[in-house]
């Protein structure tokens, strides 16, 4: 794969997870004004920080990845598409992990 060929496919990686945390946004938050009150909604119920939380949901994100990777050594391939909506997921709780580690000022939810 050349650089170029690099470059592209990680734009279209990165467009498909913007717009499903746009998505993901309106479905997860009520009026959009914290992007992480359901990790912090979890880490009330579970007595953890947040980025524990956090984590916590995002290991089924990786295990279903390590599958489809280890599916490949099989002989088994999957889609673009899927490949694309795995990956982007994993990125997405990356970057919401990462939101979560930023945020200083939290106090678990139990609502």
């Given amino acids: 794969m050349t650089n170029e060929e690099f470059l592209k496919a990680r734009q279209e990686l990165n467009e498909h997870c913007e717009l499903t945390l746009g998505i993901k946004k309106g479905e997860y938050s009520e009026d959009?004004?914290?992007r992480l009150v359901q990790?912090?909604?979890a880490a009330g119920l579970l007595n953890c920080h947040p980025a524990r939380a956090l984590t916590g949901m995002m290991v089924?994100?990786?295990t279903s990845i390590h599958s489809m990777?280890?599916?490949l050594d099989l002989g088994q391939d999957?889609?673009?598409?899927l490949w694309k909506e795995k990956i982007?997921?994993?990125r997405n709780y990356c970057d919401l992990l990462w939101a979560t580690i930023l945020d200083h000022d939290w106090e678990p939810c139990n609502d």
């Fill in 88 to 90: 982007g997921d994993l």
């Fill in 39 to 41: 990790f912090r909604l």
């Fill in 32 to 34: 959009d004004s914290d």
């Fill in 69 to 71: 990777v280890k599916s």
């Fill in 78 to 81: 999957f889609t673009l598409e």
């Fill in 60 to 62: 089924k994100h990786e």
